[in-house]
Nanobody, 126 residues
């Protein structure tokens, strides 16, 4: 079973950028499809982006982040990334990475992912 640890969150002004990382250990990272989700106070956890197990495959984004965020993975380093550009105050949330077995493909639904990191806080000031 893979374990996940996020990093890279912080406080940034609107229009700024952050890159989140999710380090995987204890399993074969390349066997998992990966996703990023976020949860703001008082709101449900929502899908942000996902990437299949194979590097170079299509990537998937929520409409709210399309064109601003980029998900990528380095299977040799066992790391998932989320590059976030042109950040907005409404992007403020705790961001989580999640894994599910690669044979199932990506999913937009949080309950399809069985392994989660502890989350990293992103705060965007206006």
């Amino acid at each position: 079973q893979v374990q996940l640890v996020e990093s890279g969150g912080g406080l940034v002004q609107a229009g700024g950028s952050l890159r989140l990382s999710c380090a995987a250990s204890g399993g074969t990272f390349s066997n998992y499809a990966m996703g990023w989700f976020r949860q703001a106070p008082g709101k449900e956890r929502e899908f942000v982006a996902a990437i299949p197990w194979s590097v170079g495959s299509n990537t998937y984004y929520a409409d709210s982040v399309k064109g601003r965020f980029t998900i990528s993975r380095d299977n040799a380093k066992n790391v998932l990334y989320l590059q976030m550009n042109n950040l907005r105050p409404e992007d403020s949330a705790v961001y989580y990475c999640a894994a599910r077995p690669g044979v199932g493909g990506i999913s937009y639904s949080a309950n399809r992912y069985g392994t989660w990191g502890q989350g990293t806080q992103v705060t965007v000031s206006s």
